[in-house]
């Protein structure tokens, strides 16, 4: 943008700077609004939707917390949940990240090595994942105070709460605008839970500007954008790998049908890793429903019968001619009153090239999984899509 403004191959560093503090991004110019998200989602006492991904009965924890960090014995009585055994994890974990800890050495040096650089350098901390983990892609930060319990530790336990918060968030806001779509301009209650991040306004650019924040009201958007770290998508119920130790586009999922009885979601996940965690919760969400909805079905039926077997021919001639004018939308909001909403079921797309993680070391399991498409067979909506299969059909 500099060189295209100046006319010149290059710019010295003042003009760059002028040339930036004279361009202006005002918030009326811009169709996006920035939030920092204050949402969070506690591991020590998940909500709903968080234990129904990571909580699952069917799925229990089985690693260990067991690290050189954590040789008390006490943990080995933490209940069977990934939630409870990821706090305790990241609450013993080291504040300092591996490898800046000083070390007894001879030579009282600093080694660069890390804990997930498998060189075996005898200098190096000892890693704070369990051995039963995979090494090398998972880490945590421990809290800046040893001990600490709550969710501002400043470690890794606040970065997860806030990032499964920020997605949570994200959707609380779009089911928002979609609520008063007919009525543009009008604001959202104040009391909101949902308003209660802090807004970024741009300001005139340049190269040290940290944009200032503050609450305001505003009119809802109808999508939203999340930027959080850590990722999720490897991440299933009770196994981290791949940086993931949560699934956040899973527990948004679970969010939109436990606050706002949205039963009908579609996760595209491009990437050029598969995202293996959320196929396999999105696999065990739609059989879970599967089995759910045929017991729905089966009531409505026996429902249905008994309501045609009592009340005059008249009353039953009456209720078939209701039923046959009901749109498919009015339909299913009637089912629902007489046996319950209907489960929630997922599509899940995946964009990702075969030859990378978690596939490359051609591991027959993992790249069935990630080659697997059905479309509404046994109840699964799953679609896999490779590169070379993008480039083999044009």
Known sequence: MSTKLSGTSRLPQDI???????????EHESHLRVFVSS?????????????????????????STQTDYMPDPETLSIPDIHLARLSLLATKAPHNPPGSLPRSTPSDHLSDATSSDGEGDERMHASEIPDTLPQGDLYLCGPHESEVRDTQDGGSREAIGHALGACVEA???????????????????????????QQLFPIQAGLSDIPPSRWTEHTPAKRAFVLSRPPGHHCSGADPSGFC?????????????RAHSIDRVVILDIDLHHGNGTQALA?????????SDSQRQARLQSMMRSMQR?????????????????TRWERLLHEESLVG??????????????????????????????????????????????????????
């Open 245 to 257: 130790w949560v699934n956040n586009a899973m527990v948004a999922a679970a969010h939109a049908y």
């Open 310 to 326: 009592t009340g005059s021919a008249a009353s039953r001639q009456a209720a078939r001619v209701a039923d046959a004018t009901r």
């Open 341 to 394: 909403p209907r489960a929630q079921r997922l599509f899940y797309g995946s964009l990702h090239d075969i030859e990378s993680f978690p596939c490359e070391n051609g591991d027959a399991e993992l790249i069935r999984n990630a080659s697997v498409c059905l479309g509404g067979a046994h109840g699964q909506w799953i679609w896999n899509g490779t590169y070379e299969n993008a480039c083999a059909t044009g």
């Open 39 to 63: 949402r969070v989602l506690s591991l020590d006492e998940p909500e709903p939707a968080l234990s129904d991904i990571h909580a699952h009965a069917s799925e229990p924890a089985s690693y």
């Open 283 to 291: 696999w065990r969400r739609n059989a879970d429903a599967a089995a």
């Open 16 to 26: 760059l700077t002028t040339k930036l503090s004279s361009m202006t991004m005002q």
């Open 171 to 197: 959707v609380d806001r779009v089911v928002a605008a979609a609520s008063v779509a007919d009525r543009i301009g009008t604001e959202i209650p104040r009391e909101s839970p949902y308003l209660t991040s």
